[in-house]
Nanobody
Framework: QVQLVESGGGLVQAGGSLRLSCAVS????????MGWYRQPPGAQRELVAT???????NYADFVEGRFTISRDNTRNTVFLQMNSLRPEDTAVYYC??????????WGKGTLVTVST
């Protein structure tokens, strides 16, 4: 059974930084794209950033150069370095991965709270 386990969320003041990690385990197939999504309170889930197996990245417009997604293919782990955090970045952040069969997997989420 494929599991995605996120870590690194928490409470931070505006302007601060957090680093999220997500480890994928249990997959018999190679992991292709990995990414981060978020769901702010009372809103729908939205894309934050994605990264392909060869390291091509894509970011949502609201990132504005503040976040960096990276991955370690040897450990099937994806990271999200978040700097210059704003109160509007408060959300549950979800890790996402898909494999060579195009099967899609989600983590349970980690809460990021940015205080003023």
């Amino acid at each position: 059974q494929v599991q995605l386990v996120e870590s690194g969320g928490g409470l931070v003041q505006a302007g601060g930084s957090l680093r999220l990690s997500c480890a994928v385990s249990g997959s018999r197939f190679s992991i292709n794209n990995m990414g981060w999504y978020r769901q702010p309170p009372g809103a729908q889930r939205e894309l934050v950033a994605t990264i392909t197996k060869i390291g091509s990245t894509n970011y949502a417009d609201f990132v504005e150069g503040r976040f960096t997604i990276s991955r370690d293919n040897t450990r099937n782990t994806v990271f999200l370095q978040m700097n210059s955090l704003r109160p509007e970045d408060t959300a549950v952040y979800y890790c996402n991965a898909n494999d060579v069969r195009a099967m899609n997997f989600w983590g349970k989420g980690t809460l990021v709270t940015v205080s003023t």
